[in-house]
């Protein structure tokens, strides 16, 4: 195969890198006023991605009701 992988190929190593590390992507349909809040957090907190937005927002929610109990 050459350098220049197909766009089907390169997915599929990307994904499998991620399942390597623990990982996966996931596709989520969400209101746009709930995208817009994931993207305050992303800049407020000087984060990469939406990813990591959601993932700490998920962590804090886990947090909180780990509590509760």
Not at 2 to 26: F, H, I, Q, T
Not at 41 to 56: C, D, E, N, P, T
């Amino acid at each position: 195969m050459s350098k220049a992988a197909d766009p089907a190929e390169k997915n599929r190593l990307y994904r499998a890198r991620l399942r390597a590390k623990g990982g996966e992507e996931v596709l989520f349909q969400l209101p746009r006023e709930t995208v817009e809040l994931i993207d305050e957090l992303k800049q407020r907190h000087g984060l990469r991605s939406r990813s990591q937005a959601l993932l700490q927002l998920i962590e804090h929610g886990r947090a909180t009701a780990q509590q509760m109990t």
